[in-house]
């Protein structure tokens, strides 16, 4: 993130709320990036977010040379990308509009910046967390894991730390017409639903599963597939009352000791006395704390 005066704090508290999801991301002061901090950008796996109310603030369009042709998105007052200075010198920039309604001169009588900074912190706001939950399965659990400290962590380590509290709901799972469901059905099944879990009437498909699928089998019907599809004879089954640490210790000793062999994208189903309630993958519950 990037930007000058209000907007450069804007982009801190983005940077901070991001980091608290678990999402890598980091000030560039507009400044110090030419001399020297460009070095901080990693070509094949940033993106930059340049937060500026006019759209042509003079620092970072002098900074817009000196940055590779990497994603770079302009969040601005602008709703037009015509009217945009610094999309105008880079066109293949995404426009992220954050306009007011009225300027602040006309509102308060002096244009300090005040409504445009508020609506722009709301925009972040709602960009991290789409983005959180476009990376997470389980949102809650993430933040719980880097937000320990204060009422907040005190709050999140007062709460039930079992299975039911991480697994991703069983009824908000999409279920697919076995006639119909192809490898692109059900990645486009994946794709719509909030949860990227599919099932099959019983057999479940998990996102890391789904994300497998190759090309070659996407006009495949689903049973011809392999390793699509956990089947009940797959799962490991384990009651929504376990303790997360306990299930995640289980998982380790039957690894240990060889009974058995799990993989990131093995199904892990929670029952209610016999009631399926969650699922989840084994690689997500050995992540959790």
């Known amino acids: 993130m990037s930007g000058v005066g209000k907007s450069g704090v804007i982009g801190e508290k983005l940077v901070?709320?991001?980091?608290?999801?678990?999402?890598?991301?980091?000030?560039?002061?507009?400044?110090?990036?030419?001399?020297?901090?460009?070095?901080?950008?990693?070509?094949?796996?940033?993106?930059?977010?340049?937060?500026?109310?006019?759209?042509?603030?003079?620092?970072?369009l002098?900074?817009?040379?000196?940055?590779?042709?990497?994603?770079?998105?302009?969040?601005?007052?602008?709703?037009h990308r015509s009217t945009c200075e610094l999309i105008r010198r880079r066109p293949d920039a995404i426009l992220l509009p954050a306009p007011i309604h009225m300027s602040e001169t006309e509102s308060h009588g002096f244009n300090a910046p005040t409504t445009s900074t508020t609506v722009a912190l709301g925009v972040c706001d709602a960009l991290a967390v789409v983005a959180a939950k476009e990376v997470h399965n389980d949102v809650a659990a993430v933040f719980a894991r880097f937000h320990p400290g204060g009422a907040i962590g005190a709050a999140n380590t007062r709460k039930p730390r079992r299975l039911a509290d991480i697994a991703i709901p069983y009824h908000d799972i999409p279920d697919v017409d076995k006639r119909a469901a192809t490898g692109a059905h059900i990645l486009m099944e994946a794709y719509k639903s909030r949860t990227r879990w599919v099932r099959q009437g019983e057999a479940i498909m998990s996102p890391r599963r789904i994300e497998s699928i190759q090309a070659q089998y996407l006009d495949e019907p689903t049973s011809c597939i392999?390793?699509?599809?956990?089947?009940?004879?797959?799962?490991?089954?384990l009651p929504d009352t376990m303790e997360i640490a306990q299930a995640r210790d289980l998982i380790a000793l039957r690894q240990k000791h060889g009974k058995r062999k799990y993989a990131d994208d093995g199904i892990i189903v929670i029952l209610d006395d016999d009631e399926i309630t969650g699922v989840l993958e084994v690689g997500e519950l050995m992540k959790a704390i």
Do not use: C
């Open 16 to 60: 901070a709320t991001l980091n608290s999801l678990h999402i890598d991301a980091t000030f560039l002061d507009a400044t110090k990036a030419v001399h020297g901090d460009l070095g901080r950008i990693k070509e094949r796996a940033d993106m930059i977010i340049l937060i500026t109310f006019s759209g042509a603030t003079k620092e970072l």
């Open 62 to 79: 002098d900074l817009l040379q000196h940055l590779p042709m990497i994603p770079l998105v302009v969040l601005t007052r602008h709703t």
């Open 226 to 237: 392999g390793s699509l599809m956990a089947l009940r004879k797959d799962w490991i089954e």
